[in-house]
């Protein structure tokens, strides 16, 4: 009978034949490839760790270095407490010396626009922001979100804003590589819900939303953003019309805006016209909605301008004007704030077969118009100003 022992002989033999690690050994292996120092010692133990799982420095003396091999050399420190800090930390390998435990440690990340899949699962972090190494006992781990909990009944919403902020995986900085997932530019006539919040530790609210039958993402919960409530259409909130009177709605095709996404401006937002003819023959009523989401309304009286209005996001009056030498030519509807995109409005006169033409200057990246003719016909442009980055929109769907 074949001796038992002997049989395992022979196995180890053929294995390290092979170049074939044994079982059991492979932490062994792993640790004995990383190189060290004389301060550090020797690795016992190499294991990897949940990057999403966060910390922040806590020894003001404490300093980040290169590697375990540089670990102690003053030329070799990536960042000290100052730098540290401020900066919301993951640890990816763990590191168990001789002179006690170490983290090999990253930066939280956002891909913001440019995200990448492979930035989530990767092992090699060399696109993250590299702390380098530092002793365990001078961390501690810290929760990034103070709270989350799941609404009992979902809370309804629509867009105000499209363009101030978008929708991302996760919270920005919960974990550690985020990135935006969806933009607004086509949601912007949808019925959207809230299913669940959070808080952050600096106090920040987001919250996840939903379509009817699509999970979207977390976005910062501002009153700039969404509207509370079932989504209206906006031409017949904003617009009274009578029993003779026809409501015409034109909107853009999803072509013609050129289906890019902006860093700073919501270019494939349909622009909208909803004109309103006045016993079914002369414009009356005249409501567009531009590129950045937000209404105009004008009225005409004989084939003039005699008041327009102009709304802020969410849909209340901004600014009324009907000073008719201003309504003859042009007005160009701007705002102090930055974040509002500015309109410029053209007016026609009565011998042109154009009625109006409203412009829409984002804040950078493009513009776009919405022409209006007296016969109702309507035309719709998006211009992307060269030389500027965009998107693809079918990356955010």
């Not at 609210?205 to 999970?215: A, P």
């Not at 493009?366 to 719709?380: D, E, M, P, Q």
Request: net charge positive; aromatic share 12%.
């Amino acid at each position: 009978m074949f001796n038992v022992h002997l049989k395992m002989k022979v196995l180890v033999i053929v294995l390290i034949t092979l170049g074939l690690p044994l079982a059991g050994c492979m932490g062994g292996l792993a640790s004995s490839s990383v190189q060290t120092n004389s301060k550090v010692g020797i690795v016992k133990s190499v294991s990897k760790m949940n990057p999403d799982k966060s910390f922040q420095v806590t020894n003001r003396h404490a300093k980040l270095y290169k590697s375990l091999a540089k670990y102690g050399k003053k030329d070799w420190v990536i960042a000290d407490y100052a730098d540290a800090k401020i900066t919301t930390l993951g640890a990816i390998s763990k590191y168990v010396t001789a002179s006690g435990t170490y983290y090999r440690m990253v930066a939280y990340d956002s891909g913001g626009f440019e995200k990448s899949k492979d930035a989530m699962t990767s092992t090699d972090y060399d696109a993250f922001d590299d702390f380098g190494v530092i002793k365990a006992e001078d961390v501690k781990q810290v929760n990034v979100v103070k709270s989350q909990w799941t609404y009992k009944k979902r809370q309804p919403y629509y867009i105000a804003d499209p363009f101030t902020h978008r929708i991302w995986d996760s919270p920005i900085y919960t974990k550690h590589y985020t990135y935006i997932s969806h933009v607004f530019d086509r949601l912007t006539q949808t019925q959207l819900y809230a299913t669940k919040e959070l808080i952050k530790r600096n106090g920040i609210h987001y919250v996840f939303l939903e379509t009817v039958n699509k999970k979207l993402g977390w976005v910062y919960k501002s009153l700039k953003v969404l509207i509370r409530g079932k989504y209206r259409d906006i031409g017949k909130q904003l617009l009274k019309v009578k029993a003779h009177d026809k409501l015409i709605k034109k909107q853009q095709s999803a072509k013609s805006t050129k289906s890019r996404v902006g860093v700073n401006d919501s270019l494939s937002v349909p622009q909208r016209a909803y004109i309103v003819r006045k016993n079914k023959r002369k414009i009356s009523q005249l409501l567009v909605v531009g590129m950045d989401n937000r209404p105009i309304k004008i009225v005409f009286k004989n084939g003039r301008p005699t008041k327009m209005v102009g709304y802020t996001y969410r849909r209340t009056v901004w600014k009324t004007i009907t000073n008719r030498k201003k309504l003859t030519s042009s007005y160009y509807l701007a705002h102090d704030s930055l974040d509002i995109a500015i309109t410029d409005v053209k007016f026609y006169p009565k011998s042109s077969k154009l009625l109006v033409r409203v412009k829409t200057i984002g804040g950078g990246d493009g513009s776009a118009k919405t022409l209006i003719y007296r016969n109702g016909k309507v035309k719709f442009s998006t211009h992307i100003y060269k030389h500027v980055l965009t998107y693809s929109y079918a990356n955010f769907k």
